[in-house]
């Protein structure tokens, strides 16, 4: 399975970036996460059955979005803030992730 996300970059706080990631698979549900050094991999944004469901921290700021017929999933990230700093990957939701393939993510950093 190929997990390829793209789009990340080093933005001030309070602007926006728009991830993608290309898939070579379906999954029932996907779903963006990112992780940090200190911090262990987290949910993001996950879209089941057409239904988006986010983070406390990024609700309303963050807008996950996906299109079926070309395996292609997007995050769209407005009003940054720093400790979104992170890396990014997608993958499937939860209950359908290939947990042993994460991809290489994309980098995005928010600076103050």
């Known amino acids: 399975v190929q997990l390829q996300a793209s789009g990340g970059g080093l933005v001030q706080a309070g602007g926006s970036l728009k991830l993608s990631c290309e898939v070579s698979r379906r999954f029932d549900g996907w779903g963006w996460y990112r992780q940090t050094a200190r911090m262990e991999r987290e949910l993001v944004a996950s879209i089941t059955g057409g239904r988006p469901h986010y983070l406390d921290s990024v609700k309303g700021r963050f807008s996950i979005s996906r299109d079926r017929a070309k395996n292609m999933l997007y995050l769209e990230m407005n009003n940054l803030r720093p400790e979104d700093t992170a890396v990014y990957y997608c993958?499937?939701?939860?209950?359908?992730?290939?947990?042993?393939?994460w991809g290489q993510g994309t980098q995005v950093t928010v600076s103050s």
């Open positions: 993958n499937g939701d939860p209950a359908s992730a290939d947990w042993s393939n």
